[in-house]
């Protein structure tokens, strides 16, 4: 979660049925309604009658701090599988392809075996069961109905329909027609009840082509990757959220079908609703489809905690790309009163126009074309980032102490009222022009929903204006002190032809889905 | 099965059509398909907010819908300018003029001040200009808006384009262009439009510029291309929120007083000369997936065969995961992320393109389908129920376009710029529903030329699966 969500929260007074309250500003809530099922499903909801649209969401406590290694990436990877559809959706006939489908695991499971051997492996032995695994796959594409969930989605006027996973949470987006609720309810329950891992192996494919396309060959992707790696020693926020390239290239159905049933179940799930609907009979309809849902165990918290930092860490990235730098700073998790004063610091850094950093990395010194800070409030401690763009020949060096200088500056005096003021009142407008946006107000709830409760959106304000002056040197220094962070910096590679050779020989030798 | 009607008019209709959505053809293949085509859904009354154009004096016209329901302010302003307009050896004028425009502030009032100013109330005036548009917007809280107009008029009408300002903006952008080769995808792009079109024309171009280009745009130059263009007679404005229309005219008359009509002379822009040849390109880039775009030119805008064209391109490519090209690359066989087709439509032809991004190892594989499935919707019509499909989509998620006020007055500034019949939306549904499968395959063949396609791929070619010249002869282009 990085401050531009963060920044979409505030109170306003306004005469739409979204708030509830008298008129002085700090006084307005969002006027959210929750309903909590037996099962533990909880239901959030919040009207908004301007359009005859709903916004909906599935949200699920589950992330990929929630993953050990060898599974990284499965929480992500899961996310995809939702739209693979169910015993009823995506399948001519289910009977049928269930056999077919535990017949291909099978198959694929003595591949692997087979071909784990290396040298000693049986290539006839090999040959047999690829041929084999092409039958059954051949016989399993005709049962397919092709991606069902989302094209009747689609043709009911779905926009926005897509799906997200972070550290902390697995998010489900669709928005609909207001008079399509039902049709929502019934696919979103049946995805919660019966899943299908059809498609399983070409899925992980895909996968691995997105963290090709995102990480692999992608300067920020990459940098941001190690950055991460290294900040977090022991805590699972080391990982990326897609997972590394060798766990995704491995993880089986039985790593996914056993996360299925731990972490999708109701009493981990929420759902939101922002729109044209009408509560009570939500409520009924959400009961009467997610009702019969069975609750599981609660999961398991996340118990590591990442040691305190002793001493400054970097990391150099070699890659072909122009230089980047990035800086990470550790901080608590959501709850801890700091993290306001942290918001209000990111926003003096980089926002605007007339941001410190902004007015004298890139305006006055003219060494950056991008510089940016982030707060990002987690579920459990994360970071504050800094992340830059040299403009050569000015380096990442260059880089890095200006913005330590910067940030001395307001160790040492405290930013003006002005600067302070400016800050409430864009956070403020800023959160009055999401209120537009039933989309953007249903992904808010649920996020914070997913970290701790949509009620941080409702103190959020209060907390803001508490904020003062000292507060931010306060924090600047507490937080943003040399031993506490870790420096990455992504440097140019010489063009050497040999050091690609090596890179991809482990993915080439993997077996290509058939044809 | 899907009987959604909007109550028979979503949109005022004069003629009294109905849109009604035939059913599908063919039954329900699955389990859940059939549950669904029970459901009865209540239909769905709406009525657009009706938006109002008026046009003052000194030849502004301008698109009004108020809305109380917020107190915020928007306006924005279209100008018919854009970098087709600039010369040559000066690619990256219409670019940097309509940044400078805003960042360098006013003659009475410096770039830093406006910044304070601004965003002290949690406004923001932002300018740009694009290949063929040019735009202003203010976005400030209705307590501001005497302020915000007075800035958002005076930036309009009298940007000083001090000199620093303009370095600074050239240093950035020569950043940016010694950063695109960073990034596989934009190489692609950028290739893809210069080898596409006659390098004469400016849709051939980069409206960034380039690093000799750049150098010669003068602070003159940048000057004289804001006062041609920028004249109330060249400019549709939009404006939405919490205000009161007679007010709000008044404001604008009295903000705006000073700005006179004239008349814009435009230079004259070449006519896209209708080139189609078979040929492939490749660039070297040390990654572990290529990049991949193929295509050749699409459509106007203004194209009559727009709408078939869009249905078209949602069954071969546009529509997400359920679309063929999609479907195949990355559904069935898990090569890709992403896989699309789309028509990006200009003033003049614009391009049609496939992209996806695969492995190295699957390069060949990949380009191979989606030439088949380019072949296969040119020779075969399209099945009934796709055709549904598609519509259903287009019709239900028609809804989508009336969200927000501002984004209701920003289409109809959008329909009148790029010259649409001003009832566009009013005919939008109908337009979608007399589509006939005849018509997809019409314009699949006029439009589509998957023998005469260009491919060009970003990538590591000693690693694909076949080699590239499998498709033709390979045209090597080396990066600078």
Redesign the interface.
């Known amino acids: 979660m990085n401050k531009k969500t963060l920044s979409s929260i505030f109170l306003?007074?306004?005469?739409?049925a979204l708030f509830t309250g008298g008129s002085s500003a700090n006084s307005l809530k969002l006027d959210v309604k929750e309903h909590v099922l037996k099962n533990g499903l909880k239901l959030l909801m919040l009207e908004k009658h301007?359009?005859?649209?709903v916004c909906l969401r599935v949200n699920y406590k589950v992330g990929s701090v929630d993953e050990r290694p060898g599974i990284t990436g499965v929480s992500h990877l899961f996310e995809h599988m939702m739209?693979k559809?169910?015993?009823?959706?995506?399948?001519?006939d289910?009977t049928a392809e269930k056999p077919l489908l535990d017949k291909e695991d099978d198959l694929v499971t003595k591949l692997s075996n087979e071909r784990d051997k290396g040298e000693s492996a049986d290539k006839k032995r090999i040959e047999s069961l690829e041929k084999e695994l092409e039958e059954v796959r051949k016989k399993l594409?005709e049962l397919v109905?092709?991606?069902?969930v989302?094209?009747?989605y689609?043709?009911?006027?779905?926009?926005g329909?897509n799906a997200a996973t972070s550290t902390d949470g697995t998010y489900y987006f669709c928005?609909l027609?207001?008079?399509?609720l039902?049709?929502w309810a019934?696919?979103e329950s049946?995805r919660m009840k019966n899943l299908v891992l059809r498609?399983f192996?070409?899925?992980?494919?895909?996968?691995?082509?997105?963290r090709?396309?995102r990480t692999?060959?992608?300067?920020m992707g990459l940098l941001v990757e190690q950055l991460n790696a290294v900040t977090f020693i022991a805590h699972p926020y080391r990982w990326p959220t897609i997972g590394w390239r060798s766990d995704v290239q491995n993880i089986t159905k039985t790593d996914t079908e056993e996360y299925f049933k731990r972490y999708y179940a109701p009493n981990n799930a929420v759902i939101i609703i922002v729109g044209d609907f009408n509560p009570d009979e939500t409520v009924k309809l959400v009961e009467k489809y997610f009702g019969d849902i069975p609750s599981q165990p609660a999961p398991p918290k996340v118990k590591t905690v990442e040691p305190e930092q002793r001493g400054e860490r970097r990391v150099e990235i070699e890659f072909?790309?122009?230089p980047f730098i990035a800086i990470s700073y550790h901080i608590p998790a959501i709850g801890h009163p700091d993290l306001y004063a942290l918001d209000i610091l990111s926003s003096l850094l980089s926002d605007?126009?007339?941001s410190r950093l902004y007015k004298s990395l890139i305006?006055e010194k003219?060494i950056a074309?991008m510089a940016h800070a982030y707060n990002d409030i987690s579920k459990y401690p994360d970071a504050f980032t800094f992340i830059a763009?040299p403009?050569?020949p000015h380096t990442v060096a260059e880089i890095e102490s200006a913005f330590y200088e910067e940030v001395e500056k307001i160790k040492k005096s405290p930013p003006s009222d002005?600067e302070v003021?400016?800050i409430k009142?864009?956070l403020?407008?800023?959160f009055?022009?999401d209120?537009?946006?039933?989309?953007g107000l249903a992904n808010e709830i649920g996020e914070f929903e997913v970290l701790s409760d949509w009620r941080y959106i409702n103190t959020f304000m209060d907390k803001l204006s508490q904020v003062t002056a000292e507060d931010v040197v306060r924090v600047a220094n507490k937080y943003l002190a040399k031993n506490n962070r870790t420096v990455a910096m992504l440097v140019k590679k010489e063009?050497n032809?040999k050091i690609?050779e090596t890179?991809?020989t482990n993915?080439?030798k993997k077996p290509?889905?058939a044809? | 099965m899907f009987s959604m009607v909007y109550s028979g008019s979503l949109v005022a209709q004069p003629q009294g059509h109905e849109h009604v959505v035939t059913p599908p053809a063919g039954k329900p293949e699955s389990e859940g398909a059939r549950i669904v085509s029970g459901f009865k859904f209540k239909p769905l009354n709406f009525v657009p907010p009706k938006v109002e154009r008026v046009v003052l004096e000194n030849g502004m016209v301008v698109y009004l819908l108020e809305d109380h329901d917020l107190p915020l302010f928007n306006i924005t302003a279209r100008v018919r300018t854009g970098a087709v307009y600039e010369p040559p050896e000066k690619a990256g004028l219409a670019s940097m003029t309509g940044y400078v425009m805003r960042s360098g502030g006013t003659m009475s009032m410096p770039a830093d001040k406006m910044n304070e100013e601004l965003e002290f109330m949690a406004a923001s005036v932002e300018t740009s200009i694009d290949r063929e548009s040019g735009s202003v917007n203010l976005s400030a809280l209705k307590k501001d808006i005497d302020k915000g107009l007075k800035i958002f008029a005076d930036v309009i009408m009298n940007p000083a384009f001090p000199e620093e300002k303009i370095r600074m903006r050239k240093d950035e952008v020569i950043e940016s262009i010694r950063r695109e080769n960073d990034n596989p995808s934009q190489i692609a792009h950028r290739e893809f439009r210069r080898v596409l079109y006659d390098s004469k024309h400016p849709y051939s171009r980069k409206i960034e510029g380039t690093l000799e280009t750049i150098e010669k745009i003068t602070r003159e130059d940048m000057i004289s291309f804001h006062k041609n263009y920028f004249r109330p007679n060249n400019s549709i404005f939009g404006i939405s929120g919490d205000f009161n229309k007679d007010e709000i005219i008044r404001k604008l008359n009295a903000v705006f007083s000073g700005w006179k009509k004239e008349e814009v002379c435009f230079p004259e822009v070449p006519k896209v000369e209708s080139r189609f040849e078979k040929s492939v390109y490749y660039v070297y880039k040390d990654i572990n997936q290529a990049n991949v775009i193929m295509g050749h030119l699409g459509i106007q805008r203004r194209s009559p065969d727009y709408f078939p064209v869009m249905l078209m391109n949602f069954i071969l490519g546009g529509g997400s995961f359920t679309a063929r090209i999609p479907g195949r690359i990355r559904s069935d066989e898990g090569l890709a992320y992403s896989a699309y087709s789309a028509f990006q439509t200009a003033r003049d032809l614009g391009i049609f393109f496939v992209a996806c991004q695969t492995k190295s190892e699957s390069t060949n594989r990949a380009i191979s389908i989606a030439l088949e499935e380019l072949e296969k919707i040119c020779k075969t019509p399209v099945d009934k129920e796709e055709l549904v499909q598609a519509k259903e989509t287009f019709v239900n998620q028609f809804i989508f376009r009336f969200t927000t006020s501002a984004s209701i007055v920003a289409q109809k500034v959008d329909i009148e710029y790029e010259g649409l019949p001003l009832n566009y939306l009013e005919t939008y549904l109908e337009n979608v529903q007399v589509v006939t499968q005849n018509d997809i395959q019409r314009v699949a063949r006029k439009y589509l030329h998957p023998d005469k396609i260009r491919i060009l791929v970003v990538g590591d070619r000693e690693k694909f699966d076949k080699p590239l010249d499998s498709f033709g002869k390979v045209n090597v282009i080396e990066l600078k």
Do not use: C
């Open positions: 306003v007074i306004t005469s739409i301007d359009v005859p649209i739209f559809g169910t015993k009823i959706f995506g399948t001519k289910y594409r109905v092709k991606d069902e989302f094209s009747l689609l043709r009911h006027g779905a926009s329909l928005d027609p207001a008079n399509k039902e049709l019934f696919i049946d498609e192996y070409s899925e992980r494919d895909v996968v691995m082509e997105e090709r396309l692999e060959n992608s300067p072909e790309s122009n605007g126009r007339t305006e003219r074309v763009v403009r050569a002005w003021q400016k009142n864009q403020e407008a800023d009055i022009r209120l537009n946006s039933a989309s063009n032809q690609k890179k991809e993915s080439a290509a889905l044809h």
